[in-house]
């Protein structure tokens, strides 16, 4: 599984837009790579997933380059409820339907804890 | 749509004890993962159930088991508890074979080793 690194921490205030990047510089090929955030005491909450170019939903954008060894999270307008956890996870992916593999296992690193304030 | 639920939401536990832990997966998912999350770390794989068998296995000891039942439910037991098992336990459902499809967390069990 490709090892990720991303910031430790970052702040930011009321309003603005926050971008976390993260370094996965041994992607495979068949890796997606996805977003996770974690508020105290809850278990992880999925925000969004790419494979490669721009993803958005309607919390978040994902950003990844052509090479995919990196890949950026964007939330835009943040508010204080958005303090927490983000983790950014890459996992292979053995294919769709029943014949074709596994449900993966999630390598989670230390996360990025994002502070935000007034 | 019931998502993912755990019980009980908060242990406590000495030494030498066995605890048992229990998820129900979120309404349509097949396959159970657990985790283990020490405070200010990222969660751990601990296993997978699907199909009642254990499927794939993290760097963790055979104090560490598992079940999962016909209605896709699972627990996860723990053996001879040490201080160092203290964390919150994470269950995770998801569809076997979607594995590009994100899994679905439940908030967990705290378990405290005095």
């Known amino acids: 599984l490709a090892k990720t690194t991303q910031p430790i921490s970052m702040d930011s205030y009321e309003g603005q837009e926050v971008n976390i990047t993260c370094s996965h510089n041994n992607i495979a090929t068949n890796d997606y790579i996805t977003w996770y955030q974690q508020f105290p005491s809850q278990g992880p909450r999925f925000i969004i997933q790419g494979y490669k170019t721009k993803v958005t939903n309607e919390v978040a954008s994902l950003f990844i380059p052509a090479d995919r060894k990196s890949s950026t999270l964007s939330l835009p307008r943040v508010s204080l409820s958005d303090t927490a956890v983000y983790y950014c996870?890459?996992?292979?992916?053995?294919?769709?339907?029943?014949?074709?593999?596994?449900?993966?296992?999630?390598?989670f690193g230390t996360g990025t804890r994002l502070q935000v304030t007034l | 749509d019931a998502g993912v639920t755990q019980s009980p939401t908060h242990l406590i536990k000495t030494r030498g004890q066995q605890v048992t832990l229990r998820c129900s997966p979120k309404?349509?998912?097949?396959?159970v993962s657990w985790y283990q999350q020490a405070l200010g770390q990222g969660p751990q794989f601990i296993f997978q159930?699907?199909?009642?068998?254990?499927?794939q296995r993290g760097n963790f000891p055979d104090r560490f088991s598992g079940h999962q039942f016909p209605n896709y439910s699972s627990e996860l037991n723990v053996n001879a508890l040490l201080l160092g098992d203290s964390a919150l336990y994470l269950c995770?459902?998801?569809?076997?074979?979607?594995?590009?499809?994100?899994?679905?967390f439940g908030d967990g069990t705290r378990l405290s080793i005095l």
């Open positions: 995770a459902s998801s569809l076997w074979g979607y594995s590009n499809q994100p899994q679905h």
């Open positions: 309404s349509g998912h097949d396959t």
């Open positions: 159930y699907y199909e009642e068998e254990e499927r």
């Open positions: 996870l890459v996992g292979d992916t053995p294919g769709r339907g029943k014949n074709t593999g596994t449900a993966s296992k999630l390598t």
